[in-house]
């Protein structure tokens, strides 16, 4: 089997990037649902419902292990999908989210027990990193603020623009206004690495800003080594296919700039028709 990758748009390919470098042996598939991104804005149905979608459509190409590289959609769709649909869709199957590993290793950092997200409107209203370190860190306190033009500007192609040290001040001024002895922030959006040093560069230093990417890796690395009998299985041809929902010349040009080389994807529609390689 391969190991799928699924996201609604382009972030989830910073969540890819370090997993192929952690691992490279092993043969990927990414699934990006662009022609429907964002998943932000959209109800818990909504998004349970093309989440849903998405992984029935990665278990259909050889992909029994599936990760949501999406905070949306594992904050409002992982967990209904895994309780009320893997029995029915292959009990030997798997889905698993990121906001889990992030806030255990996220916890375990900040030593003012205060700790800073910066994530989409979605995500912050989900509450679902509140709700995952009150059950695991319940003395920390979790303080989210959204930063929605952060997407536009990477996008748009804006991330080492003059432009985007402006708004990037705003956010973390806003969210350290809210809690001065925040000593941990975690970038809980696949789009924002792509402004990482620019972030990190406008925020003290003693604060510790984390990706997601290369803790999604190591749990996902250390995963494989807990379940030998799903281990075993996968494929290790070190190959990756990339497929849209939207057009591929479209994808492929933002795409590019996540993965940080050229990319060619393939139009998939749901219903298992797709477009020809580009």
């Known amino acids: 089997m391969k190991i799928g990758i699924f996201d609604s748009g382009f972030g989830g390919l910073t969540i890819l990037k370090e997993i192929k470098h952690r691992m490279p042996e092993y043969s990927y598939v990414y699934l990006g649902d662009n022609a429907r991104a964002p998943y932000g804005t959209r109800s818990f149905d909504t998004i349970y419902k093309y989440t849903l979608q998405a992984v029935e459509t990665l278990f259909s190409r050889n992909c029994d292990l599936i990760i949501l590289a999406c905070n949306t959609a594992s904050a409002k769709a992982l967990r209904s999908i895994q309780q009320n649909d893997l029995q029915r869709l292959g009990s030997h199957k798997r889905v698993l989210g990121i906001i889990r590993p992030c806030t255990e290793i996220a916890g375990e950092l900040t030593k003012t027990k205060a700790l800073g997200i910066f994530a989409t409107s979605g995500t912050v209203s989900s509450q679902s990193y509140e709700i995952e370190i009150a059950k695991l860190f319940p003395e920390i306190a979790v303080i989210s603020h959204a930063c929605p033009l952060w997407v536009s500007l990477v996008e748009n192609g804006y991330t080492h623009s003059e432009g985007a040290d402006f708004f990037i001040q705003q956010e973390i001024d806003a969210l350290l206004a809210k809690e001065p002895k925040i000593d941990t922030i975690l970038l809980a959006c696949t789009h924002y690495p792509l402004l990482y040093d620019k972030i990190r560069a406008h925020t003290p230093a003693h604060i510790q800003v984390i990706n ?11 995963y494989l080594r807990n379940h030998p009998e799903i281990e075993t299985h996968c494929e290790k041809h070190g190959s990756i296919e990339f ?4 057009n591929c010349e479209h994808f492929n040009a933002i795409a590019s700039q996540f993965w940080g080389s050229e990319i060619h994807a393939q139009q998939l529609h749901y219903g298992g028709s797709e477009g020809s390689k580009r």
């Open 243 to 246: 497929f849209t929902t939207e």
């Open 212 to 222: 997601q990417g290369k803790i999604v890796a190591e749990s996902l690395h250390a």
